[in-house]
């Protein structure tokens, strides 16, 4: 039997913006024959309607962001559903709660949910309370749950993709499965450190390698600064160099006596960013030593570290390098962003 997939509309009942509540992937509905079926059609990213407030700092400029977050019941799950919430809030953007498992057999409504799942329910119910109904959806499906959250969030066209930390660092587990294989940012959420007088406590920190990634990752942690007003550091961990070094871009304060040559390419790499976005603080860092060992201790208090993946990697699911490191063993939330 086709695995089946039902959204739930945020009052539970029959019709809800006058659209079914019952839905599958396209790729299913051409499978069906390429006809739309009864009651079927396609899940889309619709636009904000809801009567909340705009997000926290939000320019007026900036896209509302459309979040996927994967909850599984566990407390790794209601932590990413957390953080995703209060991401939305801060935006102004919508969630598509995604968990694995079948709809509920009376049928895709909220009294069904309730009965079905109590606690998905009550989650459901609690963060439409807080951001408003119309931007939140629930998609419930069978099957591999990295496999379902990254195909949801093609479909949803989802900007940020969310989830909890991996159980005991493993390379197996849904978080780092999705990380490795997702063609979104994928945000591992983790509780964090909250000890000031660790390096980059507070900061959001850019892990930047010389890749092809660094735009990216330099783009995504900026505007994640500008909206959560905080400061920025850029870092690149060289394993040549007589020890570490700084500059502050602000104060123009130094921490060496002759510039490092990657200073000036990190440089390069925020340039148009500062320009964007003058009002975000910026340190560009640059370490000695092993980028796994020297990142995972080094931003063990930031608030958020986001690193690159160089590749897509559709039959290697493992991270690698900095980037696995990271998700396996790192302390704040982390960000593994794609290449393009």
Request: charged content about 20%; hydrophobic content about 45%; overall charge positive.
């Amino acid at each position: 039997m086709e695995p089946r997939t039902a959204v739930v509309g945020p009052n539970g009942g029959r019709r809800w913006d006058q659209r079914p509540l019952i839905r599958r992937y396209p790729a299913r509905m051409m499978q069906c024959g390429g006809g739309r079926a009864e009651g079927v059609t396609a899940m889309t990213a619709q636009p904000s309607t809801g009567s909340s407030a705009p997000g926290v700092g939000r320019a007026a400029t900036e896209p509302r962001p459309h979040i996927l977050v994967g909850v599984d019941g566990g407390i790794g799950g209601w932590m990413a559903l957390a953080w995703a919430r209060d991401e939305a809030i801060a935006t102004a953007g919508r969630i598509t709660i995604c968990h694995a498992g079948p709809p509920p057999a009376g049928g895709s409504t909220m009294d069904a949910l309730t009965l079905a799942d109590p606690p998905l329910a009550r989650a459901v119910h609690d963060v439409r309370q807080r951001i408003g109904g119309e931007r939140v959806d629930l998609w419930l499906a069978d099957g591999d749950p990295a496999g379902l959250i990254a195909e949801a969030a093609e479909t949803a066209a989802a900007d940020l993709v969310v989830v909890g930390p991996p159980l005991h660092g493993g390379t197996r587990s849904t978080a780092a499965r999705t990380a490795g294989t997702c063609r979104r940012p994928v945000v591992i959420v983790r509780p964090g450190q909250d000890e000031p007088r660790l390096p980059f406590a507070g900061h959001v920190v850019a892990a930047l390698g010389g890749g092809p990634c660094d735009a990216r990752v330099a783009d995504f942690a900026v505007r994640y600064a500008a909206v959560h007003h905080l400061p920025v550091a850029a870092v690149h961990v060289s394993a040549e160099g007589p020890g570490d070094f700084w500059f502050d871009e602000d104060t123009l304060e130094t921490h060496f006596a002759v510039e490092p040559p990657q200073i000036a390419t990190l440089a390069r790499v925020l340039e148009p960013l500062r320009i964007r976005h003058p009002h975000v603080p910026v340190r560009l860092c640059v370490l000695a030593g092993s980028a796994s060992a020297r990142l995972v201790v080094a931003t063990a208090a930031a608030r958020l570290v986001v690193v690159g993946r160089r590749h897509h990697r559709p039959l290697t699911p493992a991270l690698g390098g900095t980037s696995g490191a990271l998700v396996r063993n790192g302390v704040p939330p982390v960000v593994v962003v794609p290449s393009a």
